[in-house]
């Protein structure tokens, strides 16, 4: 039940006074209008390249990530075998099975050729997958 002189809805939020509306609505406007936006993947897997891609322009605009590729490419050679590298691109899952495997050398591996693939991507697709 809503109250015929509530300004905005308890359940879901939603503004019901027009005045109240529209002044928010040209806040919103004016705010969008001073300050670029800027579109980042920070859940860390992939699923929102196309996404994030999209909402940059069609895949032209310039995506700043915040981790860099030679640091996890760096990490994924030097620490690899423990999960360093996928605590670092925030991967928490991931690290905490490298480092329940690392006694089977298998992170080793696959670490390597994780780092290899770090270097071997671009820049911006490397932001789009990991932010």
């Not at 809805?9 to 109240?20: F, I, P, R, S, Y």
């Not at 310039?62 to 590298?85: D, E």
């Not at 670092?88 to 490298?98: D, E, S």
Request: hydrophobic share 45%; charged share 15%.
């Amino acid at each position: 039940m809503v109250f015929a002189s509530a300004k905005k809805c308890k359940h879901c939020g939603e503004t019901l006074d027009v005045a109240l509306r529209a002044a928010e609505e040209a806040k919103k406007s004016n705010s969008s209008q001073q300050q670029p936006m800027v579109f980042m993947n920070a859940g860390g897997g992939g699923g929102g390249s196309s996404a994030a891609a999209s909402a940059v322009g069609g895949g032209q605009g310039q995506i700043v990530g915040t981790k860099s590729r030679v640091v996890a490419a760096l990490l994924a050679f030097l620490l690899g075998w423990i999960g360093v590298h996928k605590f670092y691109l925030g991967q928490i899952g991931w690290g905490i099975i490298y480092l329940l495997f690392s006694w089977t050398f298998i992170p080793f591996f696959v670490s390597i050729i994780e780092g290899i693939l770090y270097l071997l991507s671009t820049e911006r697709a490397f932001a789009l997958k990991y932010g």
